[in-house]
């Protein structure tokens, strides 16, 4: 018999554990280089000096990075930067003389440099030490598969000052960069590049460098620089070297947007068009599309943001340049710096605002909506979050992005919330602002594609030419025919697209329905099973009454929305019009409990001859307007009321009125057109089809009138059709 033992052993990691580390987990060179800034950010230097020194091929050039910042003793070089993973950092959230938020708390980041070149030289001097920490290593020793981690030897030493004495090599460097000189701080030098730079890479890097530092957060910019060294760089290079800065031409914007939103979501935004200032208060939780606890703070936790945002097209371009860019070098500095960045403590977490990363989505939303919707290529943006206060929102290991999950979605559609109010006052000042006429509301939808102006001309000018009147004359009638049929077929959609909202409700109400039928035949079922003698008829009756019931409420449910299965308008009949939209409005009856708002409708008796379908497009779409909206504001009064009235015997009107948060003055002039929408989320085509249905069916209207109710009333006018 073999006798049992144990034993315990410690793990071998190999050499090549922190070259993994090193180039695997940093995803790029331009990331490595950052996080090397962000050390020395962590280290309270005041000034970091980057210097690429060709050639830059593989195998030769170097990178430097040095700083003024506290420098390390002999005894923090053992004990904490040759520590892997060392907890210092997560013990010590805050720089020992600043007291900045540090930015390293896995103590890895240090090994970046493994992604830049084979050999690294790190000297470091503290503040009033006479001594130098001088450390050498080659990370081909970690690329060695045979080679274990405890193989692999460090040569180190502390030596009379030379990188910083003071005329020394740190003293070169700082007057290559134009600044003071420092017999303080560390040097990082890497020599033997791991990969040919280009000038793409190096410009990129610059850029990199100069959205990684917040100029609005303060305790960050206002006293930490960053200088950019190129020497050795092929002739067709231009110019790199100089203090990294954004380009004042970014500081100028037609458009701009402030937020600060607090931890229970509640947002103080700030939007400026054109020199006209907007102050909008919001409570994130209540967007319908947010989908957060209403009493409790949001997911991500608190944030603030600043936008500013351009218009892109030629005119717009010539505008905004100024006079030291032409149109096109604007056009550009908009492709190379255009995104919305992500800040944390001040220094940025990349890859949000790369160019090409719309982690917001904007383009697609644009695609579906270009009249109002904004492009990626429009904005620079920054999104303020911090450690302290937005523990959910998690870095990837990578240093890439943010942990995907119910904190980084909330953190999405609160910041997309946010720019859709920057978006409307957008479209309002470029539609000039003109006052619509509310009896042509809804008739901008097809104007485009109408040439009557051009038959008109045509017909004044060349009357005599009887083809060419002819021709116009034929094409009018048909570009006018098919323009029916298209308007006939968006309606149909638009029902479609109705009924997509409330499936839903209706799967909600069918499955209760469904449940409790086939919790009653299995109870027949049971009933059935027993012997003669012993069948209860009596409960048998009482659950085939059961099963009756629910069926009538299947029969309701379908009753209620086969109205929105986008057939054809029917034929008019004559209806009590209260009694029909209180029928209408049973499709609307769940969602209007889930919102706990009250629906009331109020009139005469109104006598009306008229499709009972196209009442059902005008109801349905302003009452479910009015409960989307009445989800945003305090539950305890939500409210809608429809009231029919008559004006004339060949006039009837709906009104629909709410107690949400109403149409923002600045908004009312552009309600109405087509694509505009103050939902996150919206098409712009409900008020739109209901003007457009209001004037070609009924040669009515809608109006947005002033409420009583302290939110929105639209009133749809019908009249006689002819």
């Known amino acids: 018999m073999v006798e049992s033992s144990s034993r315990s052993s410690p793990l071998r990691p190999r050499a090549r554990l922190l070259h993994t580390i090193g180039t695997e987990l940093i995803s790029s060179e331009r990331v490595a280089v950052v996080e090397l800034v962000k050390n020395a950010y962590d280290a309270d230097a005041d000034r970091v000096v980057i210097r690429l020194v060709g050639p830059f091929k593989l195998g030769e050039g170097r990178i430097e990075v040095l700083d003024d910042g506290h420098g390390m003793t002999e005894e923090r070089v053992r004990e904490t930067w040759l520590e892997i993973a060392t907890p210092h950092r997560s013990r010590n959230s805050r720089s020992e003389k600043r007291g900045r938020r540090v930015l390293g708390e896995k103590g890895i980041g240090r090994f970046a440099a493994s992604r830049l070149a084979d050999l690294m030289l790190l000297v470091s001097r503290p503040e009033s030490a006479d001594v130098e920490v001088a450390l050498h290593l080659n990370w081909n020793d970690f690329r060695d598969p045979e080679k274990y981690l405890e193989d692999v030897r460090l040569d180190w030493n502390t030596r009379s000052p030379q990188v910083f004495a003071v005329n020394g090599e740190a003293s070169v460097i700082w007057q290559a960069a134009g600044e003071p000189s420092s017999v303080k701080g560390t040097l990082i030098q890497l020599t033997n590049l791991s990969n040919d730079w280009s000038y793409a890479d190096a410009y990129g890097l610059r850029r990199d460098l100069s959205r990684l530092v917040s100029a609005r957060v303060p305790g960050t910019h206002q006293d930490f620089s960053i200088t950019m060294v190129v020497e050795g760089a092929p002739g067709d290079w231009p110019d790199l070297s100089g203090p990294v800065t954004v380009p004042g031409e970014l500081e100028r914007a037609p458009y701009t947007l402030l937020a600060a939103v607090d ?130 929102l998690k870095d990837q290991t990578n240093r890439e992005g943010l942990i995907e999950g119910p904190a980084y979605d909330a953190f999405v559609s609160s910041v997309v919330d946010l720019i859709t109010e920057l978006e409307q006052r957008r479209f309002a000042f470029r539609r000039g602002a003109q006052t619509p006429d509310p009896k042509k509301a809804g008739t901008r939808l097809f104007a485009d594609l109408s040439i009557s102006d051009i038959a008109k001309a045509v017909k004044s000018r060349h009357s005599d030419d009887a083809e060419l009147m002819a021709l116009i004359g034929s094409r009018e009638k048909q570009i006018d025919e098919n323009v029916g049929k298209i308007k006939d077929v968006l309606a149909r959609y638009t029902r479609l697209a109705t009924l997509g909202r409330l499936v839903d409700d209706v799967i909600h109400q069918g499955q209760h329905a469904v449940g409790l039928i086939r919790n009653r035949t299995r109870a027949v079922e049971r009933a059935l099973s027993k012997a ?71 009139g005469p008796g109104t006598n009306v001859t008229i499709d009972p379908v196209e009442v059902q497009d005008v109801v349905v779409n302003l ?100």
């Open 623 to 722: 009452v479910d307007n009015a409960l989307y909206w009445l989800g945003t504001v305090p539950e305890e009064n939500r409210i809608v009321e429809v009231t029919v009235s008559r004006s004339t015997k060949d006039e009837v009107a709906i009104t629909v009125s709410d107690t949400g948060p109403g149409v923002p003055d600045e908004l009312r002039e552009v309600i109405f057109e087509p694509y505009f929408t103050t939902k996150p989320e919206g098409t712009g085509l409900g008020l739109a089809i209901v003007g457009e249905l209001l004037v070609d069916y009924y040669d009515g209207y809608l109006e947005l009138l002033e409420s009583e109710l302290g939110g929105a009333t639209f009133r749809a006018t019908f009249r006689r059709r002819t």
């Open 263 to 392: 931890r229970n979501g509640v947002a103080e935004v700030l939007v400026q068009v054109d020199n006209q200032e907007s102050h909008i208060s919001r409570d994130l939780r209540l967007t319908p599309t947010n989908d957060f606890d209403a009493n409790g703070p949001i997911p991500c936790g608190p944030f603030s943001m600043e936008l500013r945002v351009w218009d892109r097209d030629h005119a717009a371009l010539r505008r905004q340049a100024g006079t030291e860019l032409t149109p096109r070098e604007f056009g550009r500095l908009l492709d190379d710096t255009s995104g919305v960045s992500v800040y944390r403590d001040g220094f940025r977490v990349l890859p949000f605002g790369e160019p090409g990363d719309d982690w917001l989505g904007l383009d697609k939303r644009r695609i579906n909506n270009p009249s109002l919707r904004i492009s990626n290529n429009q904005v620079v943006g920054e999104v303020f979050i911090s450690n302290d206060a937005n523990p959910a």
């Open 532 to 602: 003669p003698g012993q069948v209860d008829y009596g409960e048998l009756t009482t659950a085939a009454r059961q099963v009756n019931g629910q069926a009538d409420v299947l029969a309701t449910i379908f009753r209620r929305i086969a109205p929105f299965g986008g057939r054809r308008r029917g034929r008019p009949r004559e209806i009590i019009l209260e009694d029909a939209i209180r029928d209408i409005l049973e499709v609307l009856d769940y969602r209007a409990r889930k919102v706990g708002a009250k629906i009331s409708v109020a």
